[in-house]
C-alpha cells in the first residue's frame, strides 16, 4: 500500500516536470496581443497618426468637459445644443447678460466642491503621453512621413498642452507642473500633486508655446483649419500679457507668489520661493516682454481686413469682410484670421445662428452701449459728441463706432436675406418680456457677431457658419496694452496699431483727441475695467482697454480681462440694464407685453419703471433671486476653489487634510459645500 | 504557435506521460490471464418486463466479449459457443442491466425491472464517470426524464429549478422569442467590474451553448459545483460546469422515436391599462397635485368623457390642430393599448425524430428536431424556428480501439420587425396612454403617437445563427482499465444578421393626402449587414487506469488539455435604398452615409491536469487534483498558474457497527472538499495590454471638409494585473435509506473569490487618466443546497417526490471604498442590501401632515422633498435629529435609513411530484424563490413617476391613489396603497412601505400523460405510444405587486418594461418504433 503511494508520488513529480517543460515550450501560443486594436507601440510611428492624435484634442470631450482645448460654438459641456458657444463666455459680464447672471457676483453662493471641478490633468495626460512618445522618436528617426508635416503635429501637441495649462492657469493660478506620463502610484502622484507657483507655471507655457513655434509652420496640411505658427505667437503674447497684468495688479496680495498672506508660502515646498528674474517686479518686465516681442511678430506680419461699413440687407450689396470674417462659412481668404473651425452641412453642424436669430435670451447691456465711441472718437458724454441717446435701440447705433453698429442688432434690422424670397426683421418691439431660452433678448440689445443673414443657416442643426478662433487684432491689443504697461508711453508701434483698429473701426483714428474727452468718473459708472484694485486707472491705460472691449464685441474675452485687471474689486450691488424700455419705446409693445409691479410678481415680465427707465433684467422678481440686489464680488472669486477629494486624496493617510501636499487657493475654505471665507 | 508546434506538443506530452503509466500497467494486471478451457454451448431464452410483456430489441452479450446479439420481436434470442463461465449481460433501454451466470442452462427466462435510482447509477465527472455512491465532490444530477415534454423553448428554461445550486433567472427584456436566460452556479462569482463569474457549459465534453441543444436529445446534465469537482476544467471553471451528455446509440435493434407537442401560448401577468376617463384623471391629479395646474383643461376631458361614454363618433377620436396636423397631444379615443399591441394567443409546435441502435461492433445514434414559435406582437410578426439535427457513430474497431465521431448542427433563425429594439421597452408603456387612437378619423394609423405602423412598416431584423460541433475521439486500451484518449473537438459558430429601417409618415388633418415623417419613425432609410464567425478548435488527450487490489481501488488520470477561440465580424450599414422593397446593401445610394466596422480577436489556453481517486470499499475515499494552467491573457511572467483541490468521503454506512441499520441506510456519507481555481475569464481579452483609440473618419474637427481620423491616449492598464482565485470550501451528506425509496443530500459551502479584478482605488488626479482596474477586491459567498426525494408504489400505483431547496448569499470582503459609501459596495456587507426610511404612513390630511412635520424641528423631510401635504408620505425620524435625511449616506452614517431588504433571490426551490397508475401518469413541478426583497422603482410600479408625465403610465393597479376630494370622478380613496400622485419622485424614496416580497412559487409545469398498453401495440408493430397535454407557468403564488411578474421583477427597461414570459398549454406525443 505504502509502496504504491511513493510510486504514485514520484510519477506524479516526474509527470509534473515534464509538464513543465512542456509548458515553456507552449509558452509561444499563449503570447497573444491584441488582434484588432493597435498598441502604443505601434502607433503614432507615422505622420498620419500625428495628424489623427492631435486634431483629436482639438475639441476632444472627455468627462472634463469644460476645458475643450479649442473652444468654438461648442458649449462650455461639449455639447453644441442651445446654442452655447464660446461667443457666449460676455455673459455674466458688463458686457452682456442673460435673465441671470453666475454665483460669481453673489459671495458666498459659489461654493467649494465635493469632487470634480478643473483640477484635472486628462488633457495634460493625452498632451504627456504624446510628447513622451513623439519627440524622442522623431529624434531617432522613427517617424515616417514629410518632416515638415512631422515637426508642426509635434509643434501641435506642445501647443494643446500650453492651453490646457493657460485654461489652469486663469482658473488656479500655482499648479503642478507635469511633463511625463505618471505610473498608477500613490506617492509619486501625491508628490507630482505639489502646486508651483503661478509664474512657474506661465514660464512652462511660453515654454511650450516656443516649442510649439520653432516645430510649426504657417501652412499646414488642411490650411488655417489646423493650428498655426502665427496663432501659437498670438498664444504666447496672450498668456504673456495676461500673467504679467495679473501679478501687476494682483501684486501684494495673497493672489500672487510671496504675496502678503500667499498660501503656499506655509508649504515646505514653496517656502522662501525665489523668482527666477529676481524679483516680483523683474517677473512683470520678463512677462511684458514676452508679450510684447511675441505680439509684434503677429502685428507685423498680419493685416487687418477692411471694413466698408456696409450692414447689408441684400445680396446685391458690397460684402463687408469686417462682418462677413465672422459669418462666413469659409473665412480662409481673410489675412486676419490666423485659424478658425469649419463645419459641413454632412459632417458636421451646430446650432448657433438658430439662437442667435432671435436673441437665444441674452443681449449687450447698456454700460455696454454707452462705453462705445461716437465715430469721431469723442465719448457720448462729450460735450460735442453729437450722440443721438437712447430713447430708441438703434438711436444707440447713430454716428457711433462701426464695430456697434455692425455687431448688435436693433429691431428692423434684417436677420436674414439669403435664402429667403421675404428677408425677415428683428422684432420693432424686441421681445425683452420673456424669458424664453430662445425667442427673446434680455435686454434688447441683441448680439449680432456671427450672425449669418442667411436663413438656412438658422434652421436647428444646420448652421455651418464657421467659427474664428485666433484672430491677429488680438495681437495688435496686446502688443498696445503690454507695451504701456511696460513703458508708460505709447509707443511708435502701438501708436500705429492703435490707429489701424480705429480705422478699421470707422472710428477716428486720432486717440489722443478721445484721451483728452475722457472723464473717468463717467466711464466709471458703466465699465468695470475703468478700475484696477478698485481705483480709477488714467485714461490713456483706459483708453486701451475700451479699444479691447470694443474689438471684441460678442468674443467672450471680457472676464479674463477683467480678473487679470483686477477690475472686479469696486462691485458693490452693480445693475446691469438693458435698453430704455419704459421710455418713448414702451408704445411699441403691444397691450399687455410690459408688465410689472405686480402684487403677484410671477406675472411681471419686466422690471418696474420705478427702480430705472431702463430695463433690469435682475430685478423683474424679487423672490428666489440671488441677483436681485446687484452684484458683488470678493477677492476670492479671482481665483476657483479647489475641490475637497483632492485634498483628501493626497493626504497621507486619505482624509487628514491638513497632510495634503496641495493646498486651497486664498480666501476659500477645505470644506464642501461652503462659500467664500467671510461669506 | 503555429499548428506544427502545437502537434509537437501534444506528441510530447503522450510520450512523456504513456511510459510511466504503461510500466504500471504491465506490473499489475496478471490475474485475468489464465482462463480454463470449457465445453461451450447454445443458450436461448425469452426477456419479458414487469408485466410479462416480452421485450423486442434487447442487447445480450457476453461479458468482456464481442459475443452478443438482440432479442426478437417475441423476446426470444440465441447465442451460440456460451461457456458456463460466461456471464450474460441484457441490457435495454429504460431498464436496469441484468447480468446472469451461464451456468449449464440451456434456456432463460429473464424479467428486466425497470430502471430507477439504484447503487450502480453513474455520474459523468470531468473526464470521465463516476458511481454516484462513490463521490465525493459536489455534483448536482439532472436527467432526461426530468425535461421530458416540458413545451419551453430550450433546454435552460427547462432546467429552472431542477438542480439546487444551478440558478436560472430571467434577463433582458424578459420573454422576448430568442430570449436567454442567465445560468450561475451557487451565486454571485465575481463584482464584474473586469471578469465574469459565469459557470463553464460543455456539451459532451466541449464548450457550448445549451439553448441551441435540441432538448431531446439531452440523456444527463451533471453540475460540477464545488472546487473539487470542476477543478479538473481548470481555469475556465471556476465558478461550476454544467456538463451535458447526450444520447448516443446503444446496442441493440433500431429505435426510432418520434415525437412533437403543439403548444399555445398566452402573455403571462399582462398588467391592466387604465381606461381612457380613469388616465386623464389620475394623470391630472399628478400634476394639480404638483403645481396647482391641470394637466388637462375641463373641455378636453369632456371630449375624453364623452367618446368614453360612447356619445361621439367611433372615429371622432382627435381634433384638428392650427398646424394642419392632427392635435395628437390631446386626442380623445379608449384603446387598450398593451391588447393592441400583444395579441392573446400564439402558437408553436416541435417534432423530434431519432433512430438509435448498433451491434457490438458499431453503435449510432441520429436525430433532428424542428420547432418553430411565433410571438405576440400583433403589428409586425416575430418568429424563431430552431432547427437541429446530431449524429454519431461509435465504432469498436479492434478490442483495443474505438473511434467516436459525432457532429451537431443547430439554427436558429429569428425575425422581427427592427425597431422592437431595447428602445422600444423605454417607449411602449409611457407612450400607451389610453386616449391615444390606433387610426386618425381618416383612417391612417396615428404613427406620431403609436408603434403599430413603425413595426408594421419599419423595417426587419431578421438573425440566422448556425452552429457546428464536430468530436472526434480515439479511445485506445492497451490493458484491461487503462485507457489513452485523444480527441478533437471543433466547433464553428456563423452568425448573420440583417436588418434594415424604414421611415413611416403620419397623414396631415387638412390633407390627409399629405405626409410629413412620424414622430415614432426612424429618421433613415438604413441597409446593415453583421457577420461573425468564431472557430473554437480544443485537443485534449488524457489517459486514465484503474486498479482495484482486494478492497483497495486507485484511478488516476493524467491529461493535457489545450483551447483556441478566435472570432471575427464584419458589419456594414448604407443609407438610402434604390427601392424600399429590396433592403439589400448593394441597392443602397448614399454616398457618404456609411459605416464599415470589422474586427478579429482571439484566445487561447493550454493546461495540464491529473487526478487520483482512492476508494477503500467504498467506505473510505479520497480525490486529488492538480492542474496546470496557461492563458494567453496573462503575460509571460504571470501566465501559468497551479490549483490543486481535494476532497473526502466517509461512507458510514459500510463501517461494520453500523451493522443492522444498514437494512434501512445503505448510504449515510459525509463529505468534504477544498480547492483553489484560478479565474482566466476577464472581460478584456488582452486586459494587459494597453490600445490606442482609433476612430475613421470620425473627428469633430473637420480638415479639408471631411473629417479627420482620430486617435486617443491609450488608458493605463495596472502593472500588476493577474489571476483571480476561487477557494471554495464544501462539507455534505448523502444519505439513501429505506431501499433507495428515500435519498438526500446536503451541501455547504463557503467560496471566496480573492483578488478579484475591481476598479482601482482613487487615486489623486494628477494620474490623468482613469485608475487602472486592479486585483484588489475580495468577496465571500456562502451557502447550502437541499435534496429530498421519496420514489415507492403501493401496487399499480407509482408515486414519487422530490424537494430542492439552495441558498446562497454574497457578503464582500475587500472593496476599496473608504468611506463605505453606500453607493458602491461596501466591505462587511452582504451585496443586494436595500438601505431605505421607515415610513409611518400616509398623511390623510394636510393637519395630520403638519403635525408630523413639527416633529422634526431640524429641517423636517426637506432633504426628501417639499412642499408636503396630504396624501404624501410622512417618514420616520428613526434618529431623532430632527430632520429626515440620508446624512453622510455612508454605511457609519446613512441618517434615518436603515437596511430594510436585500433583493438576492434566497431559498431557490424546486418541487416535483409524479404520479403513474397503469399507463396513466401526472407531473406536477413548482419552482419558486422563498425570500427575495425588491425595492422597485419607475413607471411600471409608480405609474406617475418624478421623471415627469412622458415618462409615466397608467395601470389599473395605479389607480389606488389617495385621493381627498369627496367629488373626484374616480371617487374619494383615503385609504390608499399608493400615495397622492406627482410627477415627481419625493414620495417613491426607498422606505419601507413599498418594499415588495418577491418572492414567488410558480406551477412550472403539469402533464398528464397516457402510455399504451404494450398489449395493444404490438399489432401496430409500436413499441410504445404516449400521449399528454402539459401546461407551463399555470400559476404563480406571489404577493407582489400585480404590475409586474415575480420573474422580471428587476429587469426590463423604465422599472420592470419586459416582453411578457408566456403561459403555455401544450399536446403531444411520443412514439417509439
Known amino acids: ?679 | 504557435m503555429n499548428v506544427k508546434k502545437k502537434f509537437l506538443c501534444l506528441l510530447a506530452l503522450s510520450v512523456c506521460t504513456m511510459p510511466t503509466l504503461w510500466a504500471n500497467g504491465m506490473s499489475s494486471t496478471s490475474s485475468s490471464a489464465a482462463v480454463q478451457q470449457e465445453k461451450k454451448g447454445t443458450v436461448t431464452g425469452k426477456v419479458v418486463d414487469k408485466s410479462g410483456e416480452s421485450l423486442i430489441g434487447v442487447s445480450v452479450k457476453v461479458k468482456g466479449t464481442t459475443l452478443g446479439t438482440i432479442t426478437d420481436v417475441n423476446g426470444n434470442f440465441s447465442l451460440t459457443n456460451v461457456a458456463p463461465s460466461d456471464v450474460l449481460v441484457f441490457s435495454y433501454v429504460g431498464m436496469s442491466n441484468m447480468e446472469v451466470r451461464a451456468e449449464n442452462r440451456a434456456s432463460f427466462a429473464v424479467t428486466l425491472e425497470n430502471s430507477s435510482v439504484n447503487m450502480d447509477e453513474v455520474v459523468v465527472v470531468g473526464f470521465a464517470v463516476q458511481k454516484k455512491v462513490n463521490l465525493t465532490g459536489s455534483v448536482g444530477v439532472a436527467t432526461a426524464k426530468d425535461l421530458e415534454a416540458r413545451p419551453v423553448a430550450n433546454a435552460v428554461q427547462a432546467l429552472q429549478g431542477l438542480v439546487p445550486g444551478l440558478n436560472i433567472t430571467t434577463s433582458g427584456n424578459g420573454g422576448e422569442l430568442n430570449s436567454k436566460k442567465t445560468i450561475n452556479v451557487r451565486g454571485v462569482g465575481t463584482i464584474g467590474a473586469g471578469s465574469k463569474g459565469d459557470p463553464l457549459i460543455l456539451i459532451d465534453g466541449m464548450e457550448g451553448d445549451i439553448n441551441t441543444v435540441n432538448p431531446q436529445d439531452i440523456e444527463s446534465i451533471s453540475v460540477l459545483k464545488d472546487a473539487a469537482a470542476s477543478s479538473i476544467y481548470g481555469s475556465r471553471a471556476p465558478f461550476g460546469v454544467v456538463l451535458v451528455t447526450t444520447k448516443k446509440g446503444k446496442e441493440g435493434r433500431m429505435t426510432i422515436n418520434y415525437n412533437n407537442n403543439f403548444r399555445f401560448n398566452t402573455p403571462l401577468m399582462m398588467p391592466k391599462m387604465q381606461n381612457s376617463w380613469e388616465f386623464v384623471n389620475y394623470f391630472d391629479d399628478a400634476n394639480f397635485n404638483g403645481s396647482n395646474a391641470h394637466l388637462f383643461t375641463d373641455a378636453y376631458k369632456q371630449r375624453v368623457k364623452d367618446y368614453f361614454d360612447g356619445k361621439l363618433n367611433a372615429n371622432d377620436v382627435v381634433l384638428q390642430a392650427s398646424s394642419g396636423k392632427w392635435d395628437y397631444d390631446y386626442p380623445n379615443a379608449n384603446v387598450d393599448w398593451l391588447k393592441e399591441y400583444y395579441k392573446e394567443w400564439s402558437p408553436s409546435q416541435e417534432h423530434n425524430i431519432s433512430f438509435s441502435g448498433g451491434t457490438n461492433k458499431l453503435t449510432y445514434y441520429l436525430s433532428s428536431n424542428y420547432m418553430t414559435e411565433d410571438g405576440f406582437m400583433r403589428a409586425g410578426t416575430e418568429k424563431y424556428n430552431r432547427y437541429t439535427t446530431t449524429a454519431k457513430i461509435g465504432s469498436q474497431l479492434t478490442e483495443k480501439v474505438k473511434l467516436d465521431y459525432s457532429v451537431r448542427f443547430g439554427r436558429t433563425d429569428y425575425g422581427r420587425p427592427t425597431n422592437m429594439s431595447d428602445d422600444f421597452y423605454n417607449h411602449i408603456l409611457r407612450r400607451a396612454r389610453p386616449v391615444r387612437p390606433v387610426l386618425d378619423p381618416n383612417g391612417y394609423y396615428m404613427s406620431d403617437i403609436n408603434y403599430i405602423q413603425t413595426m408594421q412598416d419599419g423595417g426587419r431584423q431578421n438573425e440566422q445563427n448556425d452552429g457546428l460541433s464536430q468530436q472526434a475521439k480515439v479511445t485506445i486500451s492497451p490493458l484491461k482499465d487503462w485507457n489513452v484518449i485523444a480527441e478533437l473537438n471543433v466547433k464553428t459558430d456563423n452568425n448573420w444578421t440583417h436588418w434594415d429601417q424604414k421611415k413611416v409618415f403620419s397623414h396631415y388633418a387638412n390633407n390627409p393626402e399629405q405626409t410629413y415623417l412620424a414622430l415614432t419613425s426612424p429618421s433613415n432609410e438604413v441597409v446593415y449587414e453583421y457577420a461573425y464567425r468564431s472557430t473554437y478548435l480544443n485537443p485534449n488527450v488524457y489517459t486514465n487506469y484503474t486498479k482495484k487490489v482486494k478492497k483497495h481501488t486507485f484511478t488516476g488520470l493524467l491529461g493535457f488539455q489545450s483551447e483556441q477561440f478566435d472570432q471575427r465580424n464584419l458589419s456594414a450599414q448604407r443609407n438610402d435604398m434604390i427601392n424600399l422593397d429590396l433592403p439589400v446593401l448593394s441597392l443602397t445610394t448614399n454616398t457618404t452615409s456609411a459605416a464599415l466596422v470589422g474586427t478579429y480577436d482571439k484566445w487561447t489556453t493550454a493546461g495540464f491536469f491529473g487526478r487520483l481517486n482512492y476508494d477503500y470499499d467504498g467506505r473510505y475515499l479520497i480525490e486529488l487534483n492538480n492542474r496546470y494552467d496557461g492563458s494567453s491573457r496573462f503575460r509571460a511572467d504571470k501566465r501559468w498558474i497551479w490549483t490543486p483541490s481535494g476532497s473526502l468521503g466517509w461512507n458510514i454506512a459500510r463501517e461494520a457497527f453500523f451493522g443492522g441499520l444498514q437494512d434501512y441506510i445503505s448510504v449515510l456519507k459525509v463529505r468534504g472538499s477544498y480547492g483553489v481555481l484560478a479565474n482566466q475569464n476577464t472581460e478584456s481579452w488582452y486586459p494587459t495590454y494597453q490600445t490606442m483609440g482609433t476612430g475613421t473618419a470620425n473627428g469633430g474637427w473637420l480638415i479639408g471638409g471631411l473629417k479627420p481620423n482620430t486617435a486617443t491616449a491609450p488608458g493605463l492598464v495596472s502593472a500588476t494585473l493577474t489571476w483571480e482565485k476561487v477557494k471554495t470550501t464544501n462539507v455534505g451528506v448523502d444519505i439513501r435509506a429505506l431501499k433507495d425509496r428515500l435519498t438526500g443530500s446536503f451541501d455547504y459551502f463557503v467560496r471566496n473569490t480573492v483578488d478579484m479584478v475591481g476598479p482601482g482605488v482613487e487615486l489623486p488626479s494628477t494620474l490623468g487618466t482613469d485608475v487602472p482596474k486592479t486585483n484588489n477586491c475580495d468577496l465571500q459567498t456562502s451557502g447550502w443546497e437541499f435534496e429530498l426525494g421519496w420514489k415507492d408504489n403501493i401496487g399499480d400505483f407509482k408515486y414519487g417526490a422530490r424537494l430542492n431547496i439552495s441558498d446562497s448569499r454574497t457578503k464582500i470582503t475587500r472593496y476599496g471604498n473608504p468611506t463605505g459609501s453606500l453607493s458602491t459596495y461596501v466591505e462587511g456587507q452582504y451585496i443586494n442590501n436595500i438601505y431605505g426610511y421607515t415610513t409611518i404612513g400616509i398623511a390623510k390630511t394636510d393637519a395630520e401632515m403638519n403635525a408630523h412635520l413639527a416633529t422634526l424641528a431640524n429641517g423636517g423631510q426637506n432633504a426628501l422633498g417639499s412642499n408636503w401635504a396630504a396624501g404624501d408620505i410622512m417618514f420616520e425620524d428613526t434618529n431623532a435629529d430632527g430632520k429626515v435625511n440620508n446624512g453622510a449616506n455612508t454605511i457609519s452614517d446613512m441618517g434615518d435609513m436603515k437596511k430594510i431588504g436585500n433583493s438576492t433571490p434566497r431559498f431557490r426551490t424546486g418541487i416535483t411530484l409524479d404520479l403513474a397508475y397503469k399507463g396513466f401518469d401526472v407531473t406536477m413541478f413548482w419552482q419558486g424563490v422563498l425570500k427575495r426583497d425588491y425595492y422597485p422603482t419607475g413607471l411600471v410600479f409608480w405609474g406617475a413617476t418624478g421623471a415627469g408625465q412622458f415618462w409615466s403610465t397608467a395601470f389599473k393597479d395605479h389607480l389606488d391613489y389617495f385621493r381627498a376630494d369627496e367629488n373626484s370622478a374616480l371617487g374619494q380613496n383615503l385609504d390608499s396603497y399608493y400615495p397622492r400622485p406627482l410627477f415627481n419622485g419625493k414620495n417613491q424614496t426607498t422606505q419601507t412601505r413599498y418594499l415588495q416580497d418577491a418572492s414567488y412559487m410558480r406551477l412550472k409545469n403539469l402533464q398528464f400523460g397516457y402510455t399504451f398498453r404494450q398489449s395493444w401495440l404490438k399489432k401496430a408493430k409500436l413499441q410504445s405510444v404516449r400521449i399528454f397535454v402539459s401546461g407551463e407557468n399555470l400559476l404563480t403564488i406571489t404577493k407582489l405587486s400585480k404590475t409586474m411578474d415575480p420573474e422580471t421583477a428587476g429587469i426590463g427597461a423604465q422599472g420592470g418594461t419586459v416582453y411578457p414570459l408566456s403561459r403555455t398549454y401544450a399536446c403531444g406525443l411520443n412514439v417509439n418504433f
Open chain 1, 1 to 679: 500500500m505504502k509502496t504504491f503511494n511513493i510510486k504514485t508520488v514520484g510519477k506524479e513529480i516526474l509527470t509534473a516536470i515534464s509538464f513543465l517543460i512542456l509548458a515553456s515550450g507552449c509558452n509561444d501560443a499563449l503570447e497573444l496581443a491584441p488582434q484588432s486594436a493597435v498598441s502604443p507601440e505601434k502607433y503614432l510611428t507615422d505622420e498620419s497618426h500625428l495628424a489623427a492624435y492631435t486634431v483629436n484634442y482639438y475639441s476632444y470631450s472627455n468627462s472634463n468637459k469644460n476645458t475643450i482645448l479649442l473652444r468654438s460654438f461648442d458649449g462650455p459641456d461639449g455639447s453644441n445644443s442651445g446654442g452655447e458657444s464660446l461667443y457666449y463666455d460676455d455673459i455674466a459680464t458688463d458686457n452682456a447678460t442673460t435673465r441671470g447672471s453666475n454665483n460669481r457676483f453673489v459671495p458666498g453662493l459659489w461654493t467649494v466642491g465635493a469632487t470634480g471641478g478643473d483640477w484635472n490633468f486628462k488633457n495634460i495626460y493625452a498632451m504627456n503621453f504624446y510628447l513622451n512618445t513623439v519627440v524622442p522618436r522623431f529624434k531617432a528617426g522613427g517617424v515616417t512621413g514629410n518632416s515638415t508635416n512631422i515637426k508642426h503635429y509635434i509643434g501641435e501637441g506642445y501647443f494643446l498642452r500650453a492651453m490646457d495649462y493657460f485654461y489652469r492657469l486663469r482658473k488656479y493660478g500655482d499648479f503642478p507642473i507635469i511633463k511625463e506620463v505618471l505610473p498608477d502610484d500613490q506617492t509619486i502622484l501625491a508628490e507630482a500633486s505639489k502646486r508651483r507657483p503661478r509664474n512657474e507655471v506661465a514660464r512652462f507655457i511660453l515654454a511650450d508655446l516656443d516649442s510649439a513655434i520653432l516645430y510649426m509652420n504657417d501652412a499646414p496640411p488642411g490650411g488655417k483649419v489646423r493650428l498655426t505658427k502665427k496663432a501659437a505667437l498670438l498664444v504666447k503674447s496672450r498668456v504673456a500679457l495676461f500673467e504679467a497684468s495679473w501679478e501687476k495688479y494682483h501684486a501684494g496680495t495673497a493672489n500672487v507668489p510671496n504675496g502678503t498672506g500667499w498660501p503656499g508660502a506655509a508649504m515646505d515646498y514653496n517656502k522662501n520661493y525665489q523668482f527666477p528674474s529676481g524679483s516680483a517686479a523683474n517677473e512683470i518686465n520678463y512677462f511684458l516682454d514676452q508679450a510684447i516681442s511675441a505680439s509684434a511678430q503677429v502685428a507685423d506680419a498680419v493685416d487687418l481686413v477692411p471694413n466698408n461699413g456696409v450692414i447689408r440687407t441684400a445680396s446685391s450689396q458690397a460684402v463687408n469682410q469686417y462682418y462677413d470674417m465672422f459669418a462666413t462659412t469659409n473665412p480662409n481668404s481673410y489675412a486676419e484670421v490666423l485659424m478658425y473651425r469649419a463645419y459641413d452641412i454632412t459632417y458636421q453642424t451646430h446650432s448657433y445662428n438658430h439662437y442667435a436669430y432671435w436673441g437665444g435670451g441674452k443681449g449687450y447691456t447698456r454700460q455696454y452701449a454707452d462705453n462705445f465711441l461716437m465715430a469721431n472718437g469723442l465719448p457720448i458724454y462729450a460735450p460735442a459728441s453729437g450722440y443721438a441717446g437712447d430713447n430708441y435701440i438703434q438711436d444707440t447705433k447713430v454716428n457711433r463706432d462701426g464695430r456697434w453698429r455692425l455687431f448688435m442688432k436693433a429691431p428692423q434690422e434684417i436677420k436674414a436675406f439669403m435664402n429667403i424670397t421675404t428677408p425677415e426683421k428683428f422684432e420693432t418691439a424686441p421681445v425683452i418680456y420673456s424669458s424664453d431660452g430662445k425667442y427673446s433678448t434680455s435686454t434688447g440689445y441683441i448680439l449680432g457677431k456671427g450672425l449669418a443673414l442667411d436663413y438656412n443657416m438658422q434652421l436647428l442643426g444646420k448652421d455651418v457658419t464657421a467659427f474664428i478662433v485666433f484672430r491677429a487684432a488680438e495681437a495688435y491689443l496686446n502688443y498696445i496694452e503690454a507695451s504701456y504697461l511696460k513703458t508708460g508711453t505709447i509707443d511708435a508701434k502701438a501708436d500705429g496699431y492703435w490707429k489701424k483698429l480705429r480705422t478699421r473701426a470707422g472710428v477716428d483714428p486720432d486717440y489722443t483727441k478721445t484721451i483728452a474727452a475722457t472723464d473717468m468718473n463717467k466711464e466709471g459708472l458703466v465699465d468695470w475695467g475703468a478700475y484696477s484694485k478698485g481705483q480709477l486707472v488714467d485714461a490713456t491705460l483706459y483708453n486701451i482697454r475700451r479699444e479691447r472691449r470694443s474689438e471684441f464685441i460678442g468674443e467672450g474675452f471680457r472676464y479674463n480681462d477683467l480678473l487679470r485687471w483686477r477690475a472686479m474689486d469696486q462691485l458693490n450691488g452693480f445693475q446691469i440694464e438693458g435698453c430704455k424700455v419704459w421710455g418713448p419705446m414702451k408704445a411699441d409693445f403691444a397691450a399687455g407685453k410690459l408688465v410689472s409691479d405686480q402684487t403677484d410678481e410671477k406675472k411681471n415680465t419686466v422690471s418696474s419703471q420705478s427702480l430705472s427707465l431702463y430695463m433690469r433684467p435682475y430685478q423683474v422678481v424679487q423672490s428666489n433671486n440671488n441677483f436681485y440686489n446687484g452684484l458683488k464680488f470678493c477677492n476670492a472669486h479671482y481665483l476657483e476653489p479647489i475641490a475637497v477629494q483632492h485634498f483628501l486624496i493626497t493626504a497621507t493617510d486619505g482624509k487628514t487634510i491638513s497632510t495634503s501636499t496641495i493646498y486651497q487657493n486664498p480666501g476659500w475654505p477645505t470644506e464642501a459645500g461652503k462659500g467664500a471665507i467671510g461669506f
